[in-house]
Each structure stands twice: as C-alpha cells, then as structure tokens.
C-alpha cells in the first residue's frame, strides 16, 4: 500500500462547477499538507499549504486537512477552463530531513467550457 | 527572476549512452532534488542535497549520479546503468520542507 493515496482520474467537469480533489494518507506523522498544479509538459507550481487539521481558503481554493481520518482536500469553486492541469497532493512530517516530501500520484482535471 | 532552470527541455539518448541533465538556482535555496515522473506513478525521488558538496540517495537512484559542487547547480547524469530512463524528470529546490519546493520546468528524456 502506498503512503499516500490519490484517484487519478481523468476528472472532467462543466465550467462554473464546484471540484474535490483528495488525498489519504497512511503516515500518521505528516504534519505539513500541500497542493501542487501541473499544466502539461510543466514542472508543478505550489498552490496551497497547510499546517496541521483546519481549513485554509486562498481566492477560489480551499484546502481542507483532517488528520483523524487521514483525509486531505482541496476545492476549487467556480472552475475555469484555465484550472484543467494535474494536481499533485504531498506531504511531509514535523522536523525530519529535507528528503521526507511524499507526493500522491496526481489527479488530472479537465473543466469543459 | 528568482527560479530554476533546466535544460535541455527534450533530450534523447542512444542506447549504452551517458547524458548530463542540468538544474540550476538563484533562489539561494540550501536544498536541491531530482525527480522522475512516470504516466501514473506520481513523482519519485532519485537523489537530494542539503548543502554543497554532500547529496543522498532517493528511492530509486540506481543508474543515476549526481554532484553538488556549487549552491546554485545540481546536475544529474542518467547512465547506460539505468535501463528504462525515458521519463520526464524534475528538478525542485527548498529553503526547507516548511516552504514547499519551487520546482524546474523539466526535461523530457527519451531512448532512441
């Protein structure tokens, strides 16, 4: 089983739509959640980051992290065709070496126009 | 700008061949990573580096070098060892895991 589970799609939805992405993780010692997009043929770029369980909104996304169900989460509201990309969840524990980044295999997402 | 650089962004690879992926920084970040991406296996770590002169293994660094010589380069060299090296490999650098990685754009390399 890997650490860290991810439905990879593909996911296709109409513009304007609301979209969950998600994540669940077997490391109960993960204490830092990100999100990361990648376009096609590009390096991923950080989208959100999170501490510990709670909620953290950033314009049209949110993240969401529960750590007693090992359950992460990010929302998109009101999709753009300009959000289709893949989205990469990863995380890592408190303290630890650089190495300890552990990524989900990905989610791709188109939003229809 | 602040960023990372790689290049080439496609490269091929004879067969029995050695080839040299280049990464390089002006983020002034300590750490440095090399990725490869596979259709549906997520990213997977080949080698790090916390600081010059010093790197470890990933979890999949067989048929694969690298040097840290400078804080801002961290090459990586694919060799005839690795024996299904077509992939699309990512080169990221962090200031520490607190911040996330800035990832490159990539370097898509096949065997020909």
């Known amino acids: 089983q890997k650490e860290v589970e991810q439905d990879p799609g593909p996911l296709s939805v109409p513009e304007g739509a609301i979209v969950s992405l998600n994540c669940t993780y077997s490391n109960s010692a993960f204490q830092y959640f990100m999100w990361y997009r990648q376009y096609s043929r590009k390096g991923p770029e950080l989208l959100m980051y999170?501490?510990?369980?709670g909620n953290k909104e950033d314009g049209r996304f949110t993240a969401q992290v529960d750590k007693s169900s090992k359950y992460i989460s990010l929302f998109i509201r009101d999709s753009q065709p300009s959000d289709s990309a893949t989205y990469l969840c990863?995380?890592?524990?408190?303290?630890?070496?650089?190495?300890?980044?552990?990524f989900g295999s990905g989610t791709q997402l188109t939003v229809l126009p | 700008d602040g960023g990372i650089t790689q290049s080439p962004k496609y490269l091929f690879r004879k067969e029995g061949q050695n080839v040299t992926l280049s990464c390089e920084q002006n983020l002034n970040h300590d750490a440095m990573y090399w990725y490869r991406q596979d259709p549906g296996q997520g990213l997977r770590l080949i080698y790090y580096s916390q600081i010059v002169n010093d790197f470890q293994k990933g979890d999949i660094a067989e048929g694969y070098s690298v040097s840290r010589e400078k804080k801002e380069s961290f090459p990586l060299t694919v060799t005839s060892a690795q024996k299904n090296p077509t992939a699309f490999y990512l080169c990221?650098?962090?200031?520490?895991?607190?911040?996330?990685?800035?990832f490159g754009s990539g370097t898509r390399l096949t065997v020909v």
């Open positions: 990221a650098s962090s200031m520490g895991q607190r911040n996330g990685y800035t």
């Open positions: 999170t501490y510990s369980s």
């Open positions: 990863a995380m890592s524990p408190s303290g630890g070496s650089a190495r300890q980044l552990t």
